[in-house]
């Protein structure tokens, strides 16, 4: 480099300075010293700078002697970066997750997690330009190194003799750092971004025809208090998890359906939590859906035929014996009944009006009691209407949050944070405070002075 015949010629300068200096007629005692001082320093200088493509070639030959190179390091680093980046990402997507579901009272040690992982991250950034510039402009550092070293009268002997044992030190050193971590680290948990539990329920009537904007009430096995309230959609669809709810580890659900101010039991009654099940279909079986009218059906009937026909609905019916039964027509406000033939007597309803979660609904009570069966002892309904599209009720839901896995999500992330932490800053921290204490070492034995502070 052309820093080299500059330092060789101060180094050649600083000799006869201090050749001069003992040449002087001045019995001066220290002064003398002084002399060979320089002398010393300069020859010094002028070996380690005929020296200097061998002090290069030392670090290469330590480092293949070891094993080990500069490419593993810096792959090493890009994957410490990478899993860094991925837990950020985790704990920003599960910070929003929470916050979303209105539990912004357990955010504060996710934010300390997320603080852990910033700091880590930010050493992780500071090794890479560090290293990078090592790696980079070693021969650089050892050139300026030997120019300060030669500078007369040690004005940059400290500091080049540092940077002549870090380019030496640091080079052969900051590759070995996997190897240091890796034994003391231990077991540093891994981040996931694990794709939230999804469990779809849809709602049918009797006859599968989808039930539109179902409410969901679920229990938790022998409580009467309901966990969950939950509104499905018109294609009655209702979706539990997916960044909704906190889902426990293992649970058995009772089921309760809400439609047009009346709560069934579907079948199935109860949801589980089962790996390979994700999908739920829940029935209805004592009513009958189609356009914002439903029939509901008492168990002393059994349906044996269903027929939607838009506009109309036929529903054939059988008993068993001649006891009493009735049925109830539940209809929204805005739906006219046209006719309504029982067995093909024409029956005229009563209607009841109510108002059911800002839903405007009417009812009317067929007893059957005294209607003639055939003689396949069946009964035969046929109502005409206008059909009219079901709104979505005012449901104010409630969902699902259980504590536990809440605070297995909480204590995951905050072992995480410290963990790296400890294996992303501190402990890469301790290795380089290390490499920096030997680069002191080796500047002292190089003639540098013992108080070299480099903060």
Same mark, same amino acid.
């Given at each position: ?14 000799? =006869? ?51 080990? &190179? ?14 860094? @980046? ?8 599960? #910070? ?5 579901? *209105? /539990? ?9 997690? !997320? #603080? ?5 991250? !930010? %050493? ?12 980079? =402009? ?6 300026? *190194?030997?120019? +300060? /070293?030669?500078?007369? +009268? ?21 590759? +070995? ?26 709602? %049918? ?45 293992? /649970? ?6 809400? =439609?047009?101010?009346? %709560? ?22 004592? $009513?009958?859906?189609? &356009? ?17 026909? *838009?506009?109309?609905?036929?529903? #054939?019916?059988?008993?068993? &014996? $001649?006891?009493? !039964? ?7 406000? *805005?739906?006219?009944?046209? !006719? ?14 109510? #108002? ?50 809440l605070v297995d999500i909480i204590m995951q992330y905050v072992s995480i944070g ?11 921290? @301790? /290795? ?12 002292? @034995? ?10």
């Amino acid at each position: 480099m052309n820093v080299l015949p500059l330092a060789l010629n101060l180094a050649i300068l600083t000799y =006869f300075i201090g050749v001069l200096i003992l040449a002087l007629p001045i019995p001066y005692r220290q002064l003398k010293k002084w002399g060979i001082r320089l002398i010393s320093d300069a020859v010094l200088a002028a070996v380690l700078i005929s020296a200097y493509n061998i002090i290069l070639s030392i670090g290469d030959f330590t480092l293949n002697l070891l094993g080990y &190179g500069w490419t593993g390091f810096m792959s090493w680093l890009t994957e410490r970066t990478a899993i860094l @980046v991925t837990a950020l990402m985790g704990l920003t997507y599960i #910070t929003s997750w929470i916050k979303g579901l *209105g /539990y912004s009272i357990v955010l504060s040690p996710l934010g300390l997690a !997320s #603080t852990y992982i910033t700091l880590a991250l !930010s %050493a992780i950034r500071m090794m890479y330009f560090i290293a990078s510039f090592i790696w980079s =402009f070693r021969s650089e550092l050892l050139a300026l *190194g030997l120019l +300060l /070293y030669s500078l007369p +009268l040690r004005i940059g002997k400290d500091v080049g003799a540092f940077f002549i044992a870090a380019s030496l030190v640091m080079y052969v050193g900051f590759p +070995l750092m996997p190897v240091f971590v890796n034994v003391f680290q231990g077991n540093t948990p891994q981040p996931t971004i694990n794709s939230p539990v999804t469990l779809t329920c849809n709602v %049918a009537d009797l006859g599968g025809e989808p039930i539109p904007y179902p409410v969901l009430r679920l229990y938790k096995e022998g409580s009467k208090i309901p966990i969950g309230v939950i509104n499905g959609d018109k294609e009655g669809k209702v979706v539990l998890g997916d960044n909704m709810d906190i889902l426990p580890r293992n /649970y058995t659900f009772k089921v309760e359906v809400l =439609f047009m101010g009346y %709560a069934f039991t579907p079948v199935p009654s109860t949801i589980r939590s089962e790996p390979s099940r994700t999908n739920y279909r829940l029935r209805l079986t004592n $009513m009958i859906y189609q &356009g914002g009218l439903a029939i509901l059906i008492p168990s002393s009937l059994d349906v044996v035929r269903v027929k939607y026909l *838009g506009s109309r609905l036929e529903v #054939t019916l059988t008993r068993s &014996g $001649m006891e009493e !039964s009735e049925i109830r027509v539940v209809k929204l406000a *805005g739906v006219n009944v046209i !006719s309504l033939n029982v067995n093909n007597f024409s029956l005229k309803c009563d209607w009841n009006s109510w #108002t059911w979660k800002g839903i405007r609904l009417c009812e009317c009570t067929l007893s059957l009691g005294n209607v003639e069966p055939n003689s396949t002892r069946s009964i035969f309904i046929n109502i005409s209407y206008t059909p009219k599209e079901y709104p979505s009720p005012n449901i104010e839901e409630r969902r699902i949050v259980c504590y536990e896995s809440l605070v297995d999500i909480i204590m995951q992330y905050v072992s995480i944070g410290i963990a790296y932490i400890y294996s992303f800053l501190f402990l890469p921290g @301790v /290795y380089l405070a290390a490499l920096t204490t030997m680069s002191a070492s080796l500047a002292r @034995v190089l003639g540098g002075g013992a108080r070299l502070r480099l903060i």
